[in-house]
């Protein structure tokens, strides 16, 4: 694998006992962490999105409960076991669509489950080992995508993306925006052209100041001029990445990701997802089984302090969308490429279960 630098941006990082998250409502303005010591604290964080990207929901949400184990560690048992309880209750609540969150969930709970017989200070003290563990595996299999990921993109190539899932989306590297990475430490000469992604503007405030900080050529456009640049023959591969993928294939991603999907399908550009094995669902059988997140209204009429629509006007805000399995020319996992015409033969549960082998 080709050695690649650190990532310029630090999405969350354990210092002096808590775990401490990158201010993302407040990029690029400002740059500010802000401190979780709690389950509580850590599902506020998730869902009022000063984090957000479906790896780094996960990451976090293992902390938020490696987090509430310290905390409760001194208590009594039953205490210890109600509050821990209450706390996976907690986190799980905080955001629907992102399968990580669910997946990291389990995987501590399995894990608490595994620990009765310890006491309860060295329950937490596992629990925090296995969520750093969580985190560091994020990062590793970020830079095994973008290595996959970077043989499908041509030198030169002009590459759009939706939203954001760089490093400020997992642990580190990223998913979509770590193929860029990749192909870029490859040797590749490589431009993005980011849309801002409405409502919350991802794509403007994330995407382009991540971009920016890597010194990687960048171009922010409007979401509605997606179409354009593909029509006068300026974009040549489009990847995003995903925040739950179901069992025949079929996307959820930000809202827009179909829109884009389609147009690519019209000028016959590859439509890839990046996706780690943790984002595939398979308990789902169609994206239609995958819960939408609606949020708050307020994201569409303004932003911020400024409020661009009338009052009284009906508002809809579905934060994310999901593209049929037919329209992703290919997933790109940690395991390897997952093709289109796997997808449409109902192959990505055998690739999923080979690859746990």
């Not at 499908?152 to 400020?168: E, I, S």
């Not at 980011?194 to 991802?202: C, G, I, S, W």
């Not at 930000?254 to 439509?271: C, D, E, Q, W």
Request: glycine share 8%; hydrophobic share 45%; with cysteine.
């Amino acid at each position: 694998m080709t050695a690649i630098p650190a990532s310029a941006v630090e999405t969350l990082r354990w210092r002096n006992g808590v775990i401490e998250m990158i201010d993302q409502r407040i990029l690029p303005g400002s740059i500010k962490y802000v401190r979780c010591d709690s389950a509580s604290t850590v599902a506020d964080a998730i869902r009022n999105m000063v984090i957000r990207g479906a790896p780094a929901i996960g990451v976090a949400a293992a902390y938020g409960i490696a987090l509430e184990a310290l905390r409760l560690k001194d208590t009594s048992p039953e205490n210890f076991k109600t509050g821990m309880d209450q706390g996976f209750d907690l986190l799980a609540q905080s955001r629907p669509t992102a399968v990580n969150l669910f997946w990291a969930l389990n995987r501590m709970r399995t894990l608490l489950s595994s620990l009765d017989s310890l006491p309860q200070a060295q329950t937490a003290e596992q629990l925090l080992s296995e969520a750093h563990h969580i985190h560091e595996e994020d990062v590793r299999i970020n830079q095994a995508m973008g290595e996959y990921g970077a043989a499908l993109l041509p030198d030169g190539a002009r590459v759009m993306t939706h939203c954001n899932a760089g490093a400020l989306a997992t642990a580190g590297h990223g998913t979509a925006l770590g193929v860029f990475r990749s192909a870029i430490a490859d040797g590749k000469r490589l431009s993005v052209i980011a849309n801002e992604t409405r409502p919350f503007l991802q794509g403007a405030r994330l995407t382009a100041w991540e971009m920016v900080q890597e010194n990687i050529p960048v171009t922010l456009i409007t979401d509605n001029m997606a179409g354009y640049m593909m029509q006068t023959g300026e974009i040549d591969a489009v990847v995003v990445g995903t925040d739950r993928v179901a069992a025949n294939g079929d996307v959820a991603n930000k809202i827009g990701t179909y829109m884009v999907a389609v147009l690519a399908r019209r000028h016959n550009i590859p439509f890839y997802v990046a996706c780690p094995l943790s984002t595939i669902d398979l308990s789902l059988p169609t994206g239609a089984d995958i819960p939408i997140e609606e949020r708050d209204i307020t994201e569409v009429k303004g932003f911020r302090d400024c409020l661009w629509a009338a009052e009284g006007v009906s508002i809809r805000n579905p934060a994310f969308d999901v593209t049929p399995a037919e329209l992703v020319s290919a997933l790109i996992t940690e395991k390897g490429i997952v093709p289109n015409e796997t997808l449409m033969a109902g192959g990505l549960k055998a690739f999923v279960e080979q690859s746990a082998d």
